[in-house]
């Protein structure tokens, strides 16, 4: 049997094939943006679509639906509105319409917000976003490769998104715009709330240059932000240096902060994303995890994570599951026979 996950992310599309061996690969959303590749294309290339059961997919924020659903059901792709969320290329939005008329048995993975009934109250009232799907993703991947019911999962990459996961249901999470920052995204503080007040920039634009590319004056595009950045700070760049360290310091701020509330001891946590699990040329991985070793044990996942979770997510339905970490299973879902 095959299962394939999607998992709309920043900087590309990325897909796992999951059959006797695990086929990863991604496509930069330039790429696709242009029309020059297809997905559907790179896909027949490693696989019989014909012989997949069933797809499951993640699109762009997801708060426009709060369960598992076959794609014919989701109303304007899964979404409440495309703007504000990030740099938009329509990379991912020709991905999904290639899929939908495809022919492929798929579902829409949710994102986590106010209407997603597992969440804390007190996470659904505070904050009306919480995580794109492509987390709950990878936290159902954390969650099957460790067997943790207690655990944090924080992604690490263009943006930092940490999830609270307590008795095997996500409870809460820390959206990219509130917490931490990751390399190009990160919180919107007072200068960039009187920046938006005046006119001089968009929430967007400011959610779009209030990582770590802040600090270290970088303006590179999404794509080559991250190998700027490194590539400073090997050279010994003092504001490239400032930006890891005070990236890491948010990141670990975010984390004490989810383990501070949890109402059960930590199992574990798990970083991931292509930063979280970096250990070379430069081991973030470790400088993150010195931070928060004291909490519970620190492991990490390959950024691969958030395909490979919906490629899981895709079998676990077909296979009958009707709870993902607490997010429900459309119950009509009609599946393609053995």
Request: negative net charge; glycine residues 12%.
């Amino acid at each position: 049997m095959v299962f394939v996950g999607m998992d709309h992310g920043t900087t590309g599309v990325s897909f796992t094939i999951l059959e006797k061996e695990p086929i990863h690969f991604k496509i930069g959303r330039e790429k696709l943006s242009t029309g020059k590749v297809s997905a559907l294309e790179e896909l027949s290339k490693r696989v019989d679509t014909g012989s997949i059961q069933l797809m499951a997919i993640t699109y762009a924020m997801g708060d426009g639906i709060n369960s598992i659903v076959p794609l014919e059901k989701a109303g304007n792709r899964g979404i409440i509105a495309i703007g504000g969320a990030g740099k938009v290329t329509g990379g991912g939005t020709a991905v999904y319409d290639e899929i939908e008329n495809s022919g492929i048995p798929t579902v829409l993975i949710p994102g986590l917000h106010q209407n997603t009934p597992c969440m804390d109250p007190c996470f659904r009232a505070a904050y009306s976003h919480h995580a794109s799907p492509e987390k709950v993703s990878i936290s159902y991947n954390a969650y099957l490769e460790t067997g943790w019911d207690n655990m944090i999962v924080s992604d690490i990459s263009s943006n930092t998104v940490s999830i609270l996961i307590e008795e095997g249901r996500i409870r809460g999470a820390i959206d990219a715009c509130l917490g931490a920052m990751g390399i190009i995204h990160g919180p919107l503080d007072l200068e960039m709330i009187r920046m938006i007040d005046d006119g001089v920039k968009t929430a967007n634009e400011c959610f779009s240059r209030a990582g770590a590319v802040k600090v270290a004056g970088i303006e590179e595009k999404v794509f080559k932000a991250k190998e700027e950045l490194l590539k400073n700070y090997l050279d010994g760049d003092s504001k490239a240096d400032l930006a890891l360290k005070t990236m890491i310091m948010t990141i670990n701020m975010e984390i004490w902060g989810l383990a501070g509330i949890a109402k059960n001891e930590i199992d574990g946590i798990v970083l991931t994303g292509s930063f979280g699990s970096m250990q070379e040329p430069l081991n973030l991985f470790k400088r993150i995890k010195d931070g928060i070793k004291d909490i519970a044990e620190v492991i990490g996942l390959p950024a691969t994570s958030g395909s490979v979770g919906s490629a899981q997510i895709a079998k676990a339905v077909f296979e009958g599951d009707k709870d993902i970490l607490g997010i429900k299973v459309d119950s009509n879902l009609k599946l393609r026979e053995n």
